[in-house]
């Protein structure tokens, strides 16, 4: 499926990492721009405009975490993905913190990418949601003025907590949200380093929301950063596309 609407600005410093992205997402009908530094790329969105960012976590100048902020600073909606390394789950959740829409590990398959891609343009592109809509997602409608949950049609009885859990990942379905993020929505600051006992809340609601909480599709793990819940037309998007693979940052 192509996506000839979607215009993607890539900032890597690395050239064959750009090179690979860009005739990639070409190649399945995006239109990309690509610059090496994030200097550059805060130059480029004051010229002209981009529907997504591809943004390294790990570049020379002023980095991206901080482009990330800058961009923030001057475009809320608009969607960044951070390109990190796998072991860097601190400049992960540093990088959600600061307003990145998601994240993507390198290596990683363009099949991976562009869903993550097209699922954040979505995102941005739809109408703010009122806070008391209801959500739906597959299976499970969440009822926030009623605060009630269910699941094929059947009411689900979930604890307090468990529902603040729900729907602050409902809202955000497809997004990661971190533990520290997560801990403060739902119990306060002064629980921020609580993840333990986040996760003994999240395998309970598991229980109760998944036909096998041991391989859940709609409350995901994050591993060391966070959860996310399942945005179905991203499940949607990950239909098989050609693969072409990105270069570890070794080669």
């Given at each position: 499926m192509s996506s000839p609407e979607i215009r993607v600005l890539v900032v890597d410093d690395e050239s064959a990492i750009r090179t690979v992205l860009r005739t990639s997402?070409?190649?399945l009908g995006f239109q990309?721009?690509?610059?090496?530094?994030?200097?550059?790329?805060?130059?480029?969105?004051?010229?002209?405009?981009?529907d997504c960012v591809l943004l390294d976590s790990n570049m020379p100048g002023i980095g991206g975490l901080e482009t990330?902020?800058?961009?923030?600073?001057?475009?809320?909606?608009?969607?960044v993905l951070m390109l990190t390394?796998?072991?860097?789950?601190?400049?992960?959740?540093?990088?959600?913190?600061?307003?990145?829409d998601d994240y993507v590990t390198k290596p990683f398959s363009m099949r991976e990418l562009t869903a993550r891609v097209r699922a954040a343009v979505r995102r941005?592109?739809?109408?703010?949601?009122?806070?008391?809509?209801?959500?739906?997602?597959?299976?499970?409608?969440?009822?926030?003025?009623?605060?009630?949950?269910?699941?094929?049609?059947?009411?689900?009885h979930l604890t307090r907590k468990?529902?603040?859990?729900?729907?602050?990942?409902?809202?955000?379905?497809?997004?990661?949200?971190?533990?520290?993020?997560?801990?403060?929505a739902v119990w306060g600051p002064d629980c921020r380093e609580e993840v333990e006992y986040l996760r003994t809340f999240v395998?309970?609601?598991?229980?109760?929301i998944e036909d096998d909480p041991s391989n859940p599709v709609y409350l995901l793990t994050d591993l060391y950063v966070g959860y996310r819940f399942s945005d179905g037309q991203m499940?949607?998007?990950?239909?098989?596309?050609?693969?072409?693979?990105v270069p570890r940052p070794d080669q």
């Open positions: 997402l070409q190649g990309v721009a690509e610059v090496m530094r994030g200097e550059m790329a805060l130059d480029w969105l004051r010229a002209a405009s981009a990330l902020r800058r961009i923030r600073a001057v475009a809320p909606r608009l969607p390394v796998r072991d860097a789950e601190d400049d992960k959740v540093q990088a959600l913190e600061l307003g990145a941005a592109r739809a109408p703010i949601r009122p806070e008391e809509a209801p959500i739906e997602i597959g299976e499970i409608r969440l009822e926030p003025a009623q605060r009630t949950v269910t699941k094929r049609g059947q009411q689900l468990e529902f603040d859990i729900l729907h602050c990942l409902m809202s955000r379905a497809g997004r990661v949200i971190t533990y520290p993020k997560l801990l403060t395998r309970q609601l598991r229980k109760k499940l949607q998007d990950s239909a098989p596309i050609p693969e072409a693979g």
